[in-house]
């Protein structure tokens, strides 16, 4: 829960700090955007930026839909550009950095990604940037103990880093669950830090895999970095479902053959008696036809 | 729910496997488990690696997934291979703040005064101790709603939500007095939404736009569990009330923090409400011991709507 | 020879009549009543369910309610015609087609009345085409239809020789109607094999209705008893309900004798013995149906179980005490007492138990429905406070009022197209007797 929290005042001290780029209006009040840039790389291969647009209505932080800011990474000219994105409903928008900036990418180890919004009928403009160094987690296992260690690329060596906090987990659906009780652990002077993996028994599909995760989050120095890595600690889990087996909450074509039994014998028989009668009625007129 | 985006937007499957699929029906279901394969979409991208390469990578790899088209209905129908979705109410931590009901109405432009959640002020006995209960559809394995409808318009995925087509359904109402749960709710008239928002065509995973004379419930955000992302009721409470998550994989996650499912039952003494019916609901509910707020504390919230 | 005499003043008796003032201005106050009705449906229909008092929790109102009290109404049709036939009972011979019209006019209404109910009418063919065999509603959908369809067959085959005889008539019944009887049963020569056929088809449609209504019945009760609700999670429904729906056709049936024996002096036709045996039916019926009574809430009293309290006293002794005890006395006891006394069978004092237990049965029905669904299992919290009660809304009330002033009219345009006493039947009834 402390967590949540954390993570909600840290975006708010961004936020602010993001407002101070804004100009004000003259004429029309028009609102103020705070636009925070989020860095990516998943897995060591493609960065990918996060953009997050939000204004403060009735005194809280509302994301903002459709906003399109600009991208550029170090400086603002048609070379540099990452592209445009338009924020969702959540007032978020995404990209991968693109192919067109890979010179500007070789220049160096350390790069700033710039955000700008031109300001539209009815926020004012805006700006953020945010400057990362490159750094990769290499993640290894050995009986059910996992090392990650934390890597900055220093001209041209890898270095190990100390004192990043950073998160070991198995990968689960909306929530990453950790590999034992400790919550994060901070790598030491080599760069490392180990988890006992103490999760037994987690079903782990037909296979039993389970994917392990370590990730650094809203670092400051290096920002969202993760990596993942399949092992066999899972059991073999092959779950068993209902769904399109015949029952009464199955659907029309998966009525419970008794049920259609039962029921069609019922309708075909009463129907066939009145078929019968009706053709019944068909004589009686024919004879009547006849007299 | 920082966290949360930040988790949606991963670059994944390139190495293993992505989080959610590209909801491909015709993955195999079970060699999911941990978490789905996506299938290559074949149409490829290229983009620049971190160390400042050119590679090309397959659209349905990508995190998010870049336009991902609306499921059909026939997908719709389906649900998630491999999946089986639960909830977990943690009571202890309710204080009656309504966050999860103004998000879900929010999320799924809900006619004013209609409410799929509803927080009951609970007292089982004249000694017991009043509390909070967030009520959702419990998507009951055994839907006694399901069972009744005369035309497939309320439906149970493989996935284990309950669902709504409100395309199909007449309106008969049936499953409101099948579900012993209350939970469904009747647009009576036509629901106040934003004209765009009310043109859109109706999607049974987002239960939008909502339609005169037909039912409505909590549909456990099949479209956000299709992205791998948790409902908006769980994002938006801010005591962790709600955790979601997939008992195949045995772990629910509240935003903030992941337990593992069957540890958390265990530990805290998880149980589901009316179990007698037989309906076999997907939410369970952890009691109200050891609470982090007096029942009081919420009664301010429930002035308004509760005259 | 005297025979003939007769038989033409039976004839004569028996042949349909033009409507008087008094009838013209019933079915003019019948016609205007279905007419608002109409109009509260048109309201309905641009503005939806809202225009109704229905809520969340109370889905279903006085439109559920009516369609079972229909659904019960029509069941006389199969307990007058095919109970009495098979059971050998002659006396009942004249109240047949009384009771074959008033269950096709129930019957008519109740599908009726089903589709005003429905919140998307436009889509009511995909029952038909999106139909789930698990669902009771598409059982109740199938016998519907099946029991309007064996009873058109029963009201027609008996029909057919008085047919013969209005045709003759030409010059009373007028060029309209005439070519109406000429189109549907000139076939009719009354020849033996004729008549073989069609004694044959009645028979067999007697033995066949009996089960469908049975059916029709306890589907309708099911619509209730498969949920889990308090009041309605009862094994007893369907025999309950079955019960029910005899004693207030019973009274529908005794009601309309009343009405036609005095509007088309009938006195001879519909004698005073028949009101008395039909009092002992009343009664009989009336017993039966206490009798399920007690079962459904002698032993959930006894019982008071946590999720039926609520239920239980509000019926007892809270908000609906006095509709419920109004339905049982008005509906049940008092009929009986009045009854027991040979008094109490003559045709006035009849007509008024018809009246109370059709009453009766109206309110009971809707205390089948309401006082569960404000009832449920979870507090009703964080709605509009309106929905913690119901009262039904103009409109509903309208509609209602309508679908019922609906039956009234077909029951009356039935009875001044057809004889309301089977002709040929009675004639074969009096020459048997001569002899
Ligand atoms: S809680 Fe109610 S609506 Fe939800 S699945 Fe169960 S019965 Fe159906
Ligand atoms: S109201 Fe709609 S969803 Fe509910 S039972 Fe009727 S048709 Fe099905």
Known sequence: MKRLYKNFSALLALALVFVGYNTFAQATPKGDLSIAINYFVDNNTVPSLLVRVKTKANGRFQPVEGVTVNLFLDKDSAGTAIGRVTTNRKGEASIFIPVSVKKQWATSVKHTFLATFKGDKKYEEGKADLTVARAKIV?????????????????????PVKGVELKIAIKRLGGDLPVNETPTFTTDSTGQASADFKRLGMPGGKSGNLILIAKVEDNELYGNLSVEKTVNWGIKFTPVNTFNNRTLFATRDKAPIWLQLISYSILFAVWGVLVFLVFNLIKIRKIGGQV | MENNSRRDFLLTGLITAGLVSGCTPKTDPFEAGASDVALPSGKKVKLLSVDGEEIEVDEAFLKPVPHMPPVSNTEARIGIPGKKFVMVIDLSRCKNLKKCQSACNHAHELNPGENWIKV?????????????????????????CVKVCPVDATFKRQDGIVLIDSDRCIGCRFCMAACPYSTRVFNWGEPEIAPAIASQPYSCETSVPQK?????????????????????????CPNGVFAFGDINQDSVSNGAETFRFSDLIKDKGGYRLMEDLGTKPSVYYLPPVSRNFPFESGLENDKEQNK | MENSITDEKIIADLLPQKFGKAGKIWVGVLTVICLIGLFAYYRQLRYGLIVTAMRDYVSWGIYISNFVFFVAISLVGSLITAIFRLAGVKWGAPLTRIAEIIAVAAIIFASLIIIVDMGSPERFYYLFTHGRIQSPIIWDVIVITTYFFISILLLYYPLLPDIKILLRFKQKSGNGLHKFYNYIGSFWQGTPAQFKLS???????CITIIPVAFTIHTVTSWLFATTYRPGWDSTNFGAYFIAGAFLVGAGAVVVAMYVFRKAYHLEKYITESHFEKMGRVVVLLSLLYLYFNMNEFLTPFFKMKKSEEGYLNGLFSGDFSVVFWFAILIGIIIPVIILLFRQGRKPLPMFIVGIMVIVGAWFKRYLIVTPTLLNPFLPMHDVPASYHHYFPSWEEWAITMGSLAGTLLIITILARIFPIIPIQETLTEQHEKAI
């Not at chain 1, 993640?139 to 270095?159: F, G, N, Q």
Request: overall charge negative; some cysteine.
């Open chain 2, 212 to 236: 005169k004379g037909t039912v409505g419930k909590c549909d456990f955000c099949a479209d956000m569990t299709r992205m791998g992302e948790l409902p908006h009721c769980v994002s938006a």
């Open chain 2, 120 to 144: 009951d002020p609970m007292q089982d006995a004249e000694h017991t101790a009043p509390y909070w209960e967030p009520t959702t559809c419990m998507h009951c394995d055994e839907p006694p």
């Open chain 3, 199 to 205: 004694e044959k088809a009645i028979n067999i449609l």
């Open chain 1, 139 to 159: 993640l290894t296992t050995a009986d059910k103990t996992i090392t990650a260690t934390v890597l900055e690329l220093k001209d041209t060596t890898w270095t």
